[in-house]
């Protein structure tokens, strides 16, 4: 499995984009999928998932509200739109994947559980 991030750019504040992340080498709705961001010196933050099923995705709360994940099980890719942008979302976004997955469960943002990461897409906000 492999996943590749893609989207990310040079955006001013208030502006929005839309970030891509396709999987390849397997069938995108056998995973749950995740976004993760890392700022320059710090840890990385989880984001967003979304569960295998037709569940809704869930987004942290300190983040809920300009932050919107969703995927299409048809083109194999998750996408993570973000609204408002600020200086302090300028980071790297990962997406990655846990599967593959048979039963339907609740995603989480805990990086442990993943088991495929992206290598990431660099956001940068700045005017």
């Not at 593959?100 to 992206?118: A, F, K, L, Q, T």
Request: net charge negative; proline share 4%.
């Amino acid at each position: 499995v492999q996943l590749v991030e893609s989207g990310g750019g040079l955006v001013q504040p208030g502006g929005s984009l839309t970030l891509s992340c396709v999987l390849s080498g397997s069938t995108l709705r056998f995973y749950t999928m995740a976004w993760f961001r890392q700022a320059p010196g710090k840890q990385r933050e989880g984001i967003s998932c979304i569960p295998n099923s037709l569940g809704n995705a869930y987004i942290a709360d300190s983040l809920n509200g300009r932050f919107t994940m969703s995927r299409d099980n048809a083109k194999n890719t998750v996408y993570l739109r973000i609204d408002s942008l600020k200086p302090e979302d300028t980071a790297v976004y990962h997406c990655a994947a846990k599967g593959p997955i048979i039963e339907i469960e609740d995603c989480s943002v805990e990086e442990s559980v993943y088991d495929y990461w992206g290598v990431g897409a660099q956001v940068s906000v700045s005017s």
